[in-house]
């Protein structure tokens, strides 16, 4: 069971007392999390697939709500949005993470509608390795999109260069890094491009989960293969979320928002992303896809944990409501925010807490 807790994230699994033998190994060790008035008095195994994305958060829940719930092992394998969503369908697992919500073809093959919970907010970093260039650069929204459309193929193209004065770039192709698996992150980063104007439609470029990437593009699966992948070759970009780049130093670009400012991701910028507010849970993707505030990170995404309405099993569905409430809790937020995820507003919050409600007793 051990052998599930990796540090590639391809899957977590904590349960009894290898949580912390794990910890001990892989130095995950946190402060107990949370007490529940009332214990899940029988074994409970719970299992989660999907994003990598939200991997390192689902990491850290499952860490502390293991510490305060010995008698619940929870694992969840990070195989991207597209396989755990994939396996849901098929009745594979208890809950799914994504990084998009359930289309209405993919909610059409369930008995029931699925509870769609938003767990928290991250940020699509435009991460890069340069030769020669060791500061940060600025991108325009229509270059970054001629970038991963395949129109611009120069790292010394005249549009890049008027954008960073100073700078010295080389001259050398353009290596795009892009997801090799069926993934939120692409769906996510690609419903932006599309949002930000005409120019990626007019490449007949797509929107989705996969897509085709122009010739020469270099794949990886899972953020954190992208992100190594990036740190690896000289001349790459590519999209990947803030914590993986982060994790590898890797330099992110200051991306031009919709206002024109150009803003690099933080907590405050992406933040700032979240300011519109929605009537329900359907329309918060479309919220973020080209936020407006002077001072937003342009490419935000919420990150989801679907549910079935019901499960056979009476303590498995106790378990995974209380797993859910208290993912939507102010401390389990917090952790989200270490690990450099936004938390949720009240209202979004208010909107899950709403969703979970659906979940029959």
Same mark, same amino acid.
């Given at each position: 069971?051990?052998?599930?807790?990796?540090?590639?994230?391809? /899957?977590?699994?904590?349960?009894?007392?290898?949580?912390?033998?794990?910890?001990?190994?892989?130095?995950? /060790?946190?402060?107990?999390?949370?007490?529940?008035?009332?214990?899940?008095?029988?074994?409970?195994?719970?299992?989660?697939?999907?994003? %990598?994305?939200?991997?390192?958060?689902? *990491?850290?829940?499952?860490?502390?709500?293991?510490?305060?719930?010995?008698?619940?092992?929870?694992?969840? @394998?990070?195989?991207?949005?597209? #396989?755990?969503?994939?396996?849901?369908?098929? @009745?594979?697992?208890? !809950?799914?993470?994504?990084? #998009?919500?359930?289309?209405?073809?993919?909610?059409?093959?369930?008995?029931?509608?699925?509870?769609?919970? =938003?767990?928290?907010?991250?940020?699509?970093?435009?991460?890069?390795?340069?030769?020669?260039?060791?500061? #940060?650069?600025?991108?325009?929204? @229509?270059?970054?999109?001629?970038? !991963?459309?395949? %129109?611009?193929?120069?790292?010394? @193209?005249?549009?890049?260069?008027?954008?960073?004065?100073?700078?010295?770039?080389?001259?050398?192709?353009?290596?795009?890094?892009?997801?090799?698996?069926?993934?939120? %992150?692409?769906?996510?980063?690609?419903?932006?491009?599309?949002?930000?104007?005409?120019?990626?439609?007019?490449?007949?470029?797509?929107?989705?989960?996969?897509?085709?990437?122009?010739?020469?593009?270099?794949?990886?699966?899972?953020? #954190?293969?992208?992100?190594?992948?990036?740190?690896?070759?000289?001349?790459?970009?590519?999209?990947?979320?803030?914590? !993986?780049?982060? *994790?590898?130093?890797?330099?992110?670009a200051a991306l031009q928002?919709?206002?024109?400012?150009?803003? %690099?991701?933080?907590?405050?910028?992406?933040?700032?992303?979240?300011?519109? *507010?929605?009537?329900?849970?359907?329309?918060? &993707?479309?919220?973020?896809?080209?936020?407006?505030?002077?001072?937003?990170?342009?490419?935000?995404?919420?990150?989801?944990? !679907?549910?079935?309405?019901?499960?056979?099993?009476?303590?498995?569905g106790k378990a995974i409501?209380?797993?859910?409430?208290?993912?939507?809790?102010?401390?389990?937020?917090?952790?989200?925010?270490?690990?450099?995820?936004? =938390?949720?507003?009240? &209202?979004?919050?208010?909107?899950?807490?709403?969703?979970?409600?659906?979940?029959?007793?």
């Amino acid at each position: 069971m051990i052998n599930a807790v990796i540090p590639q994230l391809t /899957s977590l699994h904590l349960s009894g007392n290898l949580l912390t033998l794990a910890l001990f190994l892989f130095g995950l /060790s946190g402060t107990a999390g949370w007490t529940q008035s009332v214990q899940t008095s029988q074994p409970v195994s719970l299992h989660g697939a999907g994003s %990598t994305f939200a991997a390192p958060f689902y *990491r850290k829940l499952i860490e502390e709500y293991g510490v305060a719930h010995p008698n619940v092992s929870i694992s969840y @394998d990070a195989v991207g949005s597209g #396989e755990g969503v994939k396996r849901f369908l098929a @009745d594979a697992v208890d !809950f799914a993470g994504s990084d #998009e919500i359930l289309t209405q073809s993919e909610s059409a093959k369930l008995r029931e509608a699925a509870l769609m919970l =938003p767990i928290t907010v991250g940020m699509i970093a435009l991460a890069y390795n340069i030769p020669g260039v060791t500061t #940060e650069i600025k991108l325009p929204r @229509d270059v970054y999109v001629d970038i !991963f459309a395949g %129109t611009i193929q120069q790292w010394d @193209d005249p549009r890049i260069k008027a954008a960073n004065p100073g700078l010295a770039f080389p001259h050398r192709d353009i290596a795009i890094v892009a997801r090799q698996d069926s993934s939120g %992150t692409t769906a996510a980063f690609t419903k932006h491009l599309a949002a930000i104007g005409p120019g990626w439609g007019a490449k007949s470029m797509g929107v989705g989960k996969v897509i085709d990437w122009p010739k020469g593009t270099m794949f990886a699966s899972g953020n #954190e293969g992208v992100a190594g992948r990036i740190k690896i070759s000289e001349g790459s970009i590519g999209y990947v979320e803030y914590w !993986f780049a982060q *994790r590898l130093g890797l330099r992110m670009a200051a991306l031009q928002n919709k206002a024109g400012s150009y803003i %690099t991701p933080t907590a405050n910028s992406g933040e700032q992303a979240l300011s519109g *507010r929605v009537a329900e849970v359907r329309e918060l &993707d479309a919220s973020v896809a080209d936020p407006a505030a002077p001072g937003a990170y342009p490419i935000t995404t919420y990150s989801w944990m !679907f549910l079935y309405p019901r499960y056979a099993d009476r303590a498995k569905g106790k378990a995974i409501r209380d797993l859910a409430q208290w993912t939507l809790s102010q401390q389990a937020q917090n952790y989200g925010a270490q690990l450099g995820y936004l =938390p949720l507003s009240a &209202d979004v919050t208010a909107l899950g807490a709403q969703a979970l409600a659906g979940l029959s007793h």
